[in-house]
């Protein structure tokens, strides 16, 4: 199963930075990402990434959020910047679109 930090409490306008790692066990991956979600909202994508470095966005995060990945360290992360309280969720890592999920890491933007 993946693993997630870097979650946390931080003010709207500030920054933090997920990482997540996929186990040894899963040799070959061809794409990671970040879905997430908020009290009483449905699940959404974040970010997605491929192995070939191709990257989307959902549109409420792009110009603010990252993504990147380290295919030697099976290890995406997500540089998220300018937070705001909407971003507050429990983020979620993904390996190859789904088939593994992380336990979820918890973001909470407030003042």
């Known amino acids: 199963q993946p693993v997630e930090s870097g979650g946390g409490l931080v003010q709207p306008g500030g920054s933090l930075r997920l990482s997540c790692s996929a186990p040894?066990?899963?040799?070959?991956?061809?794409?990671m990402g970040w879905h997430r979600q908020a009290p009483g909202k449905q699940r959404e994508k974040v970010a997605e990434?491929?192995?070939?470095?191709?990257?989307d966005y959902t549109d409420s995060v792009k110009g603010r959020f990252t993504i990147s990945l380290d295919l030697a360290k099976k290890t995406v992360y997500l540089q998220m910047n300018s937070l705001k309280p909407e971003d507050t969720a429990v983020y979620y890592c993904t390996v190859n679109m789904g088939s593994w999920w992380g336990q979820g890491t918890q973001v909470t933007v407030s003042s």
């Open positions: 990434i491929t192995s070939g470095g191709t990257a």
């Open positions: 040894g066990s899963i040799f070959n991956i061809y794409a």
